[in-house]
């Protein structure tokens, strides 16, 4: 299992910029999350999945999209990108929402200048 | 309201020595889970342990031990026997029963482990 992966690893976007953020899990996860962590701090929930064709805002949804057509993939897409998105992104993934451990993608580190 | 703090930005220990981590959270869920994380810097998040609400007994994962005073409302992480290799960002965080597995996290503790 390669468990949850995440392209790109790295990215630089100019203000105004759009992209998308790619996760794949291939646990046959129905929960999945898109969180961002700032420099120095914790890590903040932007959208989660409870399962194909569902989605839900979390914390901090502004500026961004999710859909969730399969149950592998969580594609998180920023339009107009602005420099308060520079942050790295996880995308994280479990089987149940009681589930003993969330497994997380190795992150995507996301500069907008 | 801060749901998870975590009130040590850092933390130095000598290597072979004990720590503990503070967390202290806010939930009126009877129904929680509380989590720690290890984040090295190399960035990736690591699980490290898991304490229910429910557990009559502390959890315990090799060297991590986590200290759960529920009257208390903390969940403190316990390394013992500190490795170098111990040095990173550690995050508390909760997960609430009606929050879809959801996690909410701290703002973390940076340990340093001295040879």
């Known amino acids: 299992n390669a468990g949850v992966t995440q392209t790109p690893k790295f990215r630089i976007l100019k203000i105004g910029q759009s992209m998308t953020l790619q996760c794949a899990q291939d646990?046959?996860?129905?929960?999945m999350y898109w969180y961002r962590q700032d420099p120095g701090m914790g890590l903040k929930l932007i959208y989660y999945?409870?399962?194909?064709?569902?989605?839900d805002k979390g914390e901090v949804p502004n500026g961004y999209n999710v859909s969730r057509s399969t149950t592998e993939d969580f594609p998180l897409r920023l339009e107009l990108a602005a420099p308060s998105q520079t942050s790295v992104y996880f995308c994280?993934?479990?089987?149940?929402?009681?589930?003993?451990?969330?497994?997380f993608g190795p992150g995507t580190r996301l500069t907008v200048t | 309201a801060q749901k998870i703090t975590q009130t040590q930005p850092g933390m130095f220990v000598q290597e072979k020595e004990a720590v503990t981590l503070d967390c202290t959270y806010d939930?009126?869920?009877?129904?929680?889970?509380l989590f720690w994380y290890k984040q090295p810097s190399s960035g990736e998040m690591i699980f490290l342990i898991y304490?229910?609400?429910?557990?009559?007994q502390n959890a315990t994962e090799g060297r991590y031990s986590l200290n759960f005073q529920k009257a208390r409302k903390s969940a403190n992480l316990v390394i013992s026997a500190s490795q170098l290799g111990d040095s990173a960002m550690y995050f508390c965080?909760?997960?609430?029963?009606?929050?879809?597995?959801?996690?909410?996290f701290g703002q973390g503790t940076i340990l340093t482990v001295h040879p």
């Open positions: 994280a993934s479990s089987y149940q929402q009681d589930s003993y451990e969330q497994y």
């Open positions: 646990m046959n996860h129905n929960y």
């Open positions: 999945s409870v399962g194909a064709g569902i989605t």
């Open positions: 939930t009126s869920d009877p129904s929680y889970g």
């Open positions: 304490q229910g609400s429910y557990d009559q």
């Open positions: 965080a909760m997960r609430e029963s009606t929050s879809y597995g959801k996690l909410t």
